[in-house]
């Protein structure tokens, strides 16, 4: 079982930086790959980026290539995604994933947190 809290989201300005922390809960959790995904008002939830259980691979939607990193600490329990020169289109709340395997969708997510919001200005 594994709790994932979000936070660090907020208003920011096109171009500009802000790093997402999600904290986790469980004994487990070093064995989850994790994930970011993102949901506009109106949009489907769609895949940001990934990592896997020991941190050596990643994988990231080409929408945000070059520009977002998704890391994460197991000894803190912690999945981040720095983002990086934020465009408009990155306005979107933004959950923290976890599962057993690889994630790619949200249909292989097993585990959710609440989201948090980012919104970037022009």
């Known amino acids: 079982q594994v709790q994932l809290v979000e936070s660090g989201g907020g208003l920011v300005q096109a171009g500009g930086s802000l790093r997402l922390s999600c904290a986790a809960s469980?004994?487990?959790?070093?064995?989850?790959?994790t994930a970011w995904f993102r949901q506009a008002p109106g949009k489907e939830r769609e895949f940001v980026a990934t990592?896997?259980?020991?941190?050596?691979?990643?994988y990231y939607a080409h929408s945000v290539k070059n520009r977002f990193t998704i890391s994460r600490d197991n000894a803190q329990n912690t999945v981040f995604l720095q983002m990086n020169t934020l465009k408009s289109e990155d306005t979107a709340v933004y959950y923290c994933?976890?599962?057993?395997?690889?994630?790619?969708?949200?249909?292989?997510?097993?585990?959710w947190g609440q989201g948090t919001q980012v919104t970037v200005s022009s």
């Open positions: 469980g004994r487990t959790f070093s064995t989850y790959y």
């Open positions: 994933a976890a599962a057993r395997s690889d994630i790619r969708a949200t249909q292989n997510v097993q585990f």
């Open positions: 990592i896997n259980a020991n941190g050596l691979a990643t």
